[in-house]
């Protein structure tokens, strides 16, 4: 009698690697987006945009601002987990009275510091007044671009953030100067840290890698559609299997 014995365990062997090298694929991160639209503070005239890409704790940032001076301008995310917050308009925050609604007073409605968006090095809170780290206007506008790290928090938390710009010359004196301190730092004039701008944070509708946003209109490849050559490789293989079997027994 003919042993089919050897012929059948190849046939296992190679169901059981096809079935390791195409297993059902594994759950793609979906890629969240974040924009916002900047308003003027303080009767700055500044505007501009911010949008955010991110995956994981992954942010890739772009950054455009136009209507300010050509210093430095210090940047950041502000907000508060889990709190709902806004940003501030007009000059009801404007607790000493001096027409301006500085960065203390805002944080009321804005929050405190999360992300500093300097252009490199660290990105936390505690590089919130590195004046020299953040972006420098030229010809009244400047763009940022910039990818890195978040921490888990504050990835996951992004919503509940804004975006505000600061650095305002004031007295058209063509630097960051005056008797007024920042109220964060009497080693800072109050134009250096002056609000300009604040936008908040909005999510998109996210978009599953490899697919489309839901309600876009366009095809996604689902799960399930991923998983059909699979289902039909191992269907083949394993009705080999059976068919090397059955003929065994018959022969037998």
Do not use: W
């Amino acid at each position: 009698m003919r042993s089919f014995t050897r012929p059948l365990g190849r046939i296992l062997a190679a169901a059981g690697l096809f079935l390791a090298l195409t297993g059902a694929p594994a759950a793609a991160q979906d890629e969240e987006s974040y924009s916002g639209t900047l308003a003027p503070m303080n009767d700055s005239g500044a505007s501009g945009d911010i949008s955010i890409s991110l995956n994981g704790t992954t942010a890739d940032i772009t950054i455009n601002v136009s209507g300010v001076s050509d210093f430095v301008h210090a940047q950041h995310l502000h907000g508060e987990f889990g709190v709902t917050g806004s940003c501030p308009s007009g000059t009801d925050l404007d607790a000493d009275g001096d027409g301006i609604v500085n960065t203390v007073e805002g944080v009321p409605n804005y929050g405190t510091v999360k992300v500093s968006l300097t252009t490199d090095g660290d990105t936390s809170e505690a590089y919130a007044l590195q004046i020299d780290s953040f972006p420098v206007g030229s010809g009244g506008s400047y763009t940022y671009t910039r990818s890195f790290e978040l921490t888990e928090e504050t990835a996951a938390g992004l919503g509940d953030l804004f975006f505000v710009v600061h650095g305002f010359d004031a007295d058209g004196s063509g630097e960051y100067d005056g008797d007024a301190r920042s109220p964060l730092s009497d080693d800072l004039p109050l134009e250096a840290t002056m609000p300009i701008g604040c936008a908040t944070l909005v999510q998109a509708a996210s978009t599953p890698a490899g697919g489309v946003a839901a309600g876009g209109g366009g095809t996604s490849t689902s799960s399930t559609s991923s998983t059909v050559p699979f289902a039909l490789g191992a269907a083949v293989i394993l009705g080999g299997t059976v068919l090397v079997v059955n003929r065994q027994r018959s022969l037998r």
